[in-house]
């Protein structure tokens, strides 16, 4: 961590530099103080770093940038001070747990800035002042808390403006509420939780969640699939999910989520390597089950193992992608299934596949190519 004093030409020292390397450097200490002296205001500029305090104290320019402020002040109102505030590409958390002094936590004498950010605020103290200054917010994401003087709860409100970005992940509890200025959205959904009981507002208007979005289908295991269905216009990404069994279709493909029919295991049918005993066949019959077994012994099945030795048998015949030329051989428009072949030189197939020759069983692939 580097903190360093900026000179003028004319040797006044103005401005305390507070350099993290990018955050790779932290600091925790005590109050943080750049105070008048005589008719000079003193800046204070954080850059790139990772620091903890009490309180942040200017006269002049506060700049914070590329940071992580996290400031808890206990015996002032005021935790973070300067005549002019700017707080840019930051997460800012700044606390006054005092319950005697009113005041903002964030005070300055002209219209903070805050752009790219987030910024967590609050008071415990109940009082009229508000909790920060008069701000002009940019693709941030800024948190207010305090305690209402009329009914003595404790208030938590979440503001999202422009395209923002967490820094850090948030919680919106049951009875808090976050609201979404016109047009503003959150990149990194991912990091936020909206927990039912809280309240979702767009520019004002409370939202709730429909669904009337788009439908998507996440492969669950072999029998069943999760359908989700998102909420339409809805500023968190709200999907409905709920589990359900797969629709196989004749050709074995579930016709929702496109998965393969299991192959069924037989064990008391087939002598298929004709040394008088019954063996381990799996019975494919169409094109979905074919899929499926060969990605049993490719290794590609999702949570089943790898199977280079599995035996199967033919039982119907098969056509993957009919249709795929027209009558004057020109190609067909549509979506075609692409095909794996079993096994690689590189890995073997050793177990044994009976087309049922004798009963005239066969497998055609029609390709695009």
Known sequence: MVIQSILTESGIVPTLEINGNNQNESLS???ISADDLGSNNNNIKIIGATLETSQIECSGSLTIENSHVVANEEDHSNVISGDKINIVDSYVEAKATTERYEGEVIRSNQQINVSGSQIVVSRA??????????????????????????????????????????????????GESIEFDSSASIANLDKLIVKDGATILIDGAEHKHNTNGNITYIWQ???????????KDCPIGYVTKETEAHNYNSQGFCTDCDAYQPAVLTTDKYDINEDGT?????????AGQLYWFAGLVNGTLSGVAQNKSANAVLTADIVVNANVLKSDGTLNEGTFKEWTPIATSASPYTGIFDGQKPHNQWIVFQSRE
């Open 125 to 174: 103290l109940a009082c009229q002042e508000p909790v920060l200054s008069d701000c002009d917010f940019s693709n941030s994401v800024i948190t207010k808390q305090w305690n209402d003087i009329e009914t003595g709860d404790d208030v938590t409100k979440t503001y999202v403006y422009g395209k923002a970005a967490l820094k850090e992940d948030l919680t919106i509890a049951s």
């Open 221 to 231: 295991d072999d029998k069943e699939h999760t359908k989700g269905v998102a909420c």
């Open 29 to 31: 200490c005590g109050k």
């Open 278 to 286: 019954k063996d381990a066949v799996y019975e494919i019959s169409n």
